[in-house]
């Protein structure tokens, strides 16, 4: 998800070449043409959309949270797993969380929108490779 959304991001990294702006990764492609402009905003559409899948995952989780962190008030972190792991209801969406401790479910969602915000957000922040280190700290 997080390479897609950099490939998706990449359409909005325009640089200034005399006094024209060009797309970054085609300079052939003038970023003030209207050509360019009906393009961004398909990608914005495409971009609206793609998010709606890690938002997605988010709801199946958030439905199935008691069954993702069974026992929350104990202190018995074996067993909640064991419990879990073994429940037939969660097997299609284990991917999304067999990584993780129970009561962390939500972590696999939370850490793709880190690696979205650092592969595709950091890059567009300015031009200036220092102003983009720091804001990635």
């Known amino acids: 998800l997080p ?4 490939k998706q991001l ?10 024209n702006e060009y ?11 209207n050509d360019y402009k009906t ?5 914005l559409m495409f971009i609206a959309i793609y998010q709606c899948i890690p938002i997605t995952w988010m709801y199946v989780l ?3 949270k008691e069954a993702l962190n069974p026992h929350s008030g104990s202190h018995d972190e074996t ?23 129970c009561s962390k479910w939500w972590f696999e969602i939370a850490d793709m929108y880190r690696r979205i915000v650092y592969i595709g957000v950091v890059p ?7 102003i ?5 700290i």
């Open 79 to 101: 067993l909640s797993m064991y419990i879990r792991n073994n429940n037939p209801k969660l097997a299609p969406i284990r991917f999304l969380f067999i990584d993780y401790k």
């Open 62 to 64: 958030y439905r199935q």
């Open 132 to 136: 983009r280190s720091s804001f990635g």
């Open 3 to 6: 390479p897609v959304s950099n």
């Open 23 to 33: 797309l970054r990764s085609d300079m052939s492609i003038n970023c003030q043409g």
């Open 39 to 43: 393009f961004s905003y398909i990608i």
């Open 10 to 19: 990449q359409v909005f990294d325009c640089i200034f070449v005399n006094d």
């Open 124 to 130: 567009l922040v300015s031009p200036k490779p220092s």
